[in-house]
């Protein structure tokens, strides 16, 4: 196998693969034995008709398609390795040469990682944030604990804002029943829009028993076509209402919720919390200061393929993790109404802000000489096993070499990211200036002079997408030009 590397403009390059006529031939006698236990010609006991009857009848291409899948999925990791690119995207591929008897031939088109170059990022300036945590908040957050030990109780009063209330209800369109608009002992949280417009509003006030038409109008965006935009009315009929109790604010709460013996000890220990969670909070929102203006000040040329290849990992993760949760993909965009256009639209700045992060800082590990020691890694797997519940060697197990290289980058990363907040200067933020305009004050203030900010297009990620499985999306061969 021979590869050839071209360059191309914006950080991409196109390899050229060619595999050898021996390599080919076993590649098809491979797809043929992939497919001939479904081959039937009569005459022939089913699976066991030979290749070259079955290319005699159905054409020599018949197996062009599996074989070109096969030498694809293996000689592509090969030709990633022997090009010594370092290769930020999946590849685009393109058959040249695929005939029997002679090399096959592709062209894989690549994003390569662009280069970096840094401006300031020592000593960088972010805004100093205030962590104070005030009474106010300490029980604004005691508050939200009574709330979620709060125990249900059924009411004889008409529905108050905060309550559930049970409900059978049916809606119509035009006079006409809907589908999908009708329920029966549905628990409704008053005032928590689960349900469109103003429908939970107009149940505010009424009472046990009582029979209630709700008008509401369907939003333009609804995922219902034939509903989107129609105003709707529902029969309601409100069958019991049930309120929130709050549990007492005194030392036996306080002993139920936490550790502590007394409610003044909850109190303390609530504001050590909100303390601790707003300077994290604070700390990484001055992270997030000081990448972006180094992002700012660095330059960077992040070749399109490599943003699409972050956007579609970022959908793939999300659509994971709808999974988890019970809900396809497919449902999630039907209920929301989201195309996967949009969707990858929507997440694009996102994808070239985690590239351009991640280029900086491991651009700074580089320039820093930041390295990792097995010590830092040990450490790092030691969090993973506490945080799992399992003992480190059986972690150490599951982690192979190329799993460990990554962490050792994933850590060079943060340890730059230390080395920038350890030199950031905090400045408080400006405070607006405000002129008091006097009635008696005939003079006008002067207009303020505005200057077009210069911002610099922002890039992505230096992480390598893995050379591993690539399927042939275009088979077809690329005969000589005519």
């Keep these: 196998m021979s590869v050839q590397v071209e360059t191309l403009e914006n950080n991409m390059a196109k390899l050229t693969v060619e595999v050898g006529a021996d390599r080919l031939e076993k590649a098809l006698d491979a797809a043929y034995n992939k497919q001939k236990k479904n081959i039937s010609v009569p005459g022939f006991r089913k699976g066991k008709v030979p290749r070259a009857m079955v290319e005699k009848m159905y054409g020599v291409e018949v197996f062009y398609e599996d074989a070109a899948n096969i030498l694809l999925q293996e000689t592509y990791p090969e030709a990633y390795d022997e090009s010594g690119l370092d290769i930020v995207s999946q590849p685009s591929i393109e058959v040249v040469q695929l005939e029997k008897g002679k090399a096959f031939i592709y062209t894989a088109e690549v994003a390569l990682k662009p280069e970096v170059t840094l401006g300031k990022y020592k000593g960088v300036t972010v805004t100093k944030i205030d962590t104070t945590v005030t009474d106010e908040e300490v029980d604004a957050e005691i508050e939200k604990q009574r709330n979620n030990n709060a125990r249900t109780v059924s009411v004889e009063r008409p529905v108050e804002m905060g309550d559930t209330a049970v409900i059978d209800f049916e809606g119509f369109v035009d006079g006409v029943a809907f589908e999908g608009g009708k329920g029966e002992d549905f628990d409704l949280e008053i005032g928590s829009h689960s349900f469109i417009d103003t429908f939970e509003d107009q149940l505010v006030g009424k009472s046990i028993g009582e029979d209630v038409e709700v008008n509401v109008t369907f939003p333009e965006e609804y995922h219902a076509d034939e509903l989107a935009g129609k105003p709707a009315m529902f029969k309601v009929q409100i069958k019991e209402i049930k ?8 030392d036996e709460f306080a002993q139920d919720v936490s550790e502590c013996d007394t409610l003044a000890d909850y109190k303390e220990e609530v504001k050590k919390n909100l303390t601790e969670r707003k300077e994290a909070d604070a700390r990484r929102t001055k992270e997030d200061e000081a990448i972006e203006k180094i992002i700012d000040d660095a330059k960077m040329d992040i070749p399109e393929a490599m943003i699409d290849n972050q956007v579609n990992s970022m959908i793939n993760d999300f659509a994971n993790n709808m999974m988890q949760q019970g809900l396809s993909m497919e449902q999630y965009m039907q209920f929301t109404g989201m195309t996967i256009d ?26 820093e000489n930041i390295e990792v020691s097995d010590a830092d890694v040990d450490a790092e797997i030691e969090k993973m096993a506490a945080s799992y519940g399992m003992e480190v060697d059986k972690i150490k197990e599951f982690i192979q070499d190329a799993e460990k290289e990554s962490m050792k980058k994933d850590i060079a990363v943060q ?7 350890d030199n ?3 400045r408080a933020k400006a405070a607006k200036k405000t002129t008091a305009k006097k009635a008696e004050d005939g003079e006008k203030t002067p207009a303020k002079k505005t200057t077009a900010k210069k911002t610099t297009a922002k890039k992505d990620d230096g992480e390598k997408a893995p050379a591993k499985k690539t399927t042939a999306k275009k088979t077809t061969t690329k005969k000589d030009e005519e």
Excluded: H, W
């Design 243 to 250: 309120a929130k109790e709050l549990p007492e604010l005194d």
């Design 342 to 367: 949009k969707f990858k639209e929507q997440v694009r700045p996102d994808a070239i802000k985690r590239i351009q992060s991640s280029l900086v800082l491991e651009q700074i590990a580089k320039d």
């Design 415 to 421: 340890k730059a990211v230390e080395l920038i907040m």
């Design 424 to 426: 950031v200067k905090e």
